[in-house]
């Protein structure tokens, strides 16, 4: 096989390799060399190049080549790392290259290999130095792999037969397997902290000496999904681990309870909402989970695992990942009106926050739905009648008042986009009153009234500016029925909508001062608005029937 690189030098532009396309690793083969110039034999070329071999530099023997006559040539090349296809490179001083590809196959396996988690050799590699001693935990339970290679450490992929494991002072599991691929892969138990032999008898001996230390401390590690539905059961997976950073050098000598907490995101606060079905768990060999867990409040939280009650050794509890908790389907909404009476052609906000079954405000974008707003009895206007949740689950429209005396009602109803499934829907009212803009009149309705069943009237007036108001209520014979004396300072509803300039009303229901339904007749309304010197008088017949 030959492949041609230029390169740019005072006469000499590369080089040249013929090589055994096949070989393998550590067998001697064939290789020459020509040097070329401009695409013809340099016969006059002599001088030292380097040879390389990627992606294992080092690997090749030799390393050097004497040119003379512009050529080189061995029959005893050797390349020690078995990696289906490596490249064979040669560079002299001048920096002229000639470049060779070759498969290298491993050879029949010799030899076995034990390999421990953190120990740094690697098949396939050119040994050197010895690797490093194995360090461990007692009471871990470790995967051990034992491959079966070549003189080079190469692994033998064609070796598919039994293998074998023991452990002194410890237990192999299983003890013999069929290797796949050249390895075989055990679970070992350390239970004891000592200088422990692994020993691998079949098809060849080895051993592995493993420095066995003491468990002193352990660390918990939850995984969950990084984001979950409140309410939705998920999988939760608690782990008790030797490692801080590694959930699976699992102790499985643990065997104790732990309490799962939640908590707000950045913070050692415990969070407000609720985990179920449990917050205690025990594991079991150091493993422990379930996929029935749900949490409910819509947030960003972390889990971490405490243990109950004391431990042998010492427990570090680790944070899980930070989760975020998206609300749920709509399940109902809260109604705002305000105010919930106004004049004509006055308006009113209708703020919606739409909820899930857990209380969580939920959006539009999450579940694909639409809140739509419709008048169903009454006159008015809304300024919007269909639109989406914002981020925090609201969602507002303006109804305008009527031109009469009445209550409106405004439908809300939280549906998926399409219109066929309907979460939530609600009627909601809205008082509209009309009251004149000459100062000294004053409306009611409705008039007459029946306070017996609960009905009330609305007393509509005009203000020009907030006023003291003081109101008297008088029967057919001029006797005082009810008297009532608002501030315009007062704060509670029936002073701010009486008292305030505009279209002000006062609503009576009908019973004395003593909070009995009067008679039936006609009753005569007097109210004075007082401002500083101004005062201004309404009078109104009121009819009560019953």
Same mark, same amino acid.
């Given at each position: *096989? ?24 550590? @067998? ?87 390999? *421990? ?33 070549? #003189?080079?450490?190469?692994? #033998? ?42 020993? @691998?008898?079949?098809?060849? @001996? ?57 908590? *707000? ?5 415990? @969070? ?275």
């Amino acid at each position: *096989m030959i492949l041609t690189l230029p390169v740019h030098v005072w006469s000499l532009t590369h080089f040249d390799i013929t090589a055994d396309n096949s070989v393998q690793a550590g @067998a001697n083969f064939n290789v020459s060399i020509q040097a070329q110039h401009e695409g013809a034999p340099d016969g006059t070329y002599a001088g030292k190049v380097l040879f390389e071999v990627s992606p294992n530099a080092g690997t090749v023997s030799p390393t050097s080549g004497e040119f003379s006559d512009g050529t080189w040539s061995t029959s005893t090349m050797q390349i020690f790392t078995a990696n289906d296809t490596v490249t064979i490179t040669c560079t002299d001083a001048g920096g002229a290259t000639g470049i060779a590809t070759i498969d290298v196959n491993p050879g029949p396996a010799t030899q076995l290999l034990i390999f *421990m988690p953190g120990q740094t050799r690697t098949p396939g590699i050119w040994p050197g130095a010895d690797p490093n001693t194995a360090t461990v935990f007692n009471g871990v339970s470790y995967s051990v792999t034992v491959y079966a290679v070549d #003189d080079y450490w190469n692994i #033998d992929p064609t070796y598919n037969g039994l293998m074998d494991l023991d452990c002194v002072a410890g237990t192999v599991t299983p003890d013999s397997t069929t290797a796949s691929n050249g390895a075989g892969n055990f679970s070992v138990f350390f239970p004891l902290a000592d200088f422990v032999d692994l020993i @691998a008898n079949t098809p060849v @001996a080895a051993s592995e000496t493993v420095n066995v230390q003491s468990t002193t401390e352990a660390w918990t590690h939850i995984a969950i999904p990084t984001q979950i539905t409140a309410g939705v059961p998920f999988k939760l997976t608690l782990t008790v681990s030797t490692s801080d950073n590694d959930p699976n050098q699992i102790l499985p000598s643990n065997n104790s309870s732990y309490d799962i907490k939640v908590r *707000m995101e950045g913070t050692q606060t415990d @969070a407000a909402g609720i985990l179920t079905p449990r917050t205690t768990v025990t594991v079991s060999s150091g493993y422990y989970s379930d996929n029935d867990f749900a949490y409910n409040l819509a947030e960003r939280v972390y889990l971490i695992a405490e243990v109950s009650g004391s431990s042998d050794i010492t427990i570090h509890p680790k944070e899980s990942e930070i989760v975020e908790v998206l609300p749920n389907i709509p399940d109902s909404i809260q109604v705002s009106i305000s105010p919930d009476q106004v004049q004509s052609k006055h308006h009113a906000n209708v703020n919606v926050t739409v909820l899930d079954a857990w209380g969580n405000p939920t959006r539009s974008s999450l579940h694909n739905f639409d809140v739509a707003f419709q008048i169903i009895s009454g006159g008015g206007s809304l300024s919007l009648t269909q639109t989406a949740t914002a981020a925090d689950g609201t969602t507002t429209t303006v109804f305008t008042g009527g031109n009469q005396n009445e209550t409106a009602q405004v439908q809300i109803t939280v549906a998926d986009i399409s219109g066929s499934f309907v979460f939530v829907q609600e009627t909601h009212s809205v008082r509209v009153t009309v009251a004149s803009t000459t100062p000294g009149s004053v409306v009611n309705y409705p008039n007459p009234f029946n306070p017996a069943q609960n009905q009330t009237t609305s007393i509509n007036y005009y203000l020009e500016e907030a006023s003291d108001v003081e109101i008297r209520v008088y029967d057919p014979f001029g006797r005082l029925v009810l008297g009532k004396d608002l501030k315009k300072d007062d704060t509670d509803r029936i002073s701010q909508t009486a008292t305030q300039y505009g279209g002000a009303e006062y609503v009576w229901d009908g019973k004395n001062g003593e909070g009995r339904v009067v008679a039936n007749g006609i009753y005569f309304v007097r109210i004075l608005a007082k401002t500083g010197s101004k005062t201004t008088e309404y009078k109104r017949r009121v009819g009560v029937v019953k």
